[in-house]
């Protein structure tokens, strides 16, 4: 997937994008089986969550709502806690801290496609569907439903 990116970066193809959108999140429990399903897939990745992960849920503005978890060490670097009160279930508001993330759109040359993602689940790529990457963490490398990049990031250059 890296080689993927360095040739979309190569090639112009690239871009800047931060996450704005507010999420809920709360810490996940170890052991706790976490199946992300977006609207465009019935289930994108299951994980189980380990000591020090969060599950984090996408606001629902019309899209799907998507739960997925973040490692405990990726946690704070992408994510605030805001002073809003902490709703049932134990849910909190954070919103992203900005961290400009590298991406491109997968291109209907490529098709659509499997790949290993961080936490070594199967990923599913298709078309219009954005690979982000951490720029100071090179191996960092998902999908994102084209959807929810949409609903959810800002597309920086």
């Known amino acids: 997937m890296r080689l993927l990116m ?59 709502g998507e739960v997925y978890l973040v490692r405990g060490d990726r946690f704070p670097r992408r994510y605030e806690r805001t002073d809003a009160p902490a709703a049932a279930g134990g849910w909190q508001e954070f919103r992203p801290v900005g961290k400009v993330m590298v991406f491109f759109v997968v291109g209907p040359e490529l098709g659509t496609f499997t790949f290993d993602a961080p936490w070594s689940e199967r990923m599913v790529a298709r078309p219009g569907d954005a690979i982000v990457q951490d720029p100071s963490d090179p191996d960092d490398l998902y999908r994102v439903a084209a959807d929810s990049f949409a609903r959810t990031f800002e597309v920086l250059a």
Do not use: F, I, Y
């Open 6 to 64: 360095e040739d979309a970066q190569r090639r112009g193809l690239a871009g800047r994008a931060r996450k704005t959108k507010p999420v809920d999140a709360r810490p996940a429990t170890p052991g706790e089986l976490v199946e992300t399903r977006m609207r465009d897939l019935d289930l994108e990745t299951r994980n189980t969550a380990v000591a020090g992960d969060w599950l984090v849920r996408n606001r629902s503005d019309g899209g799907g």
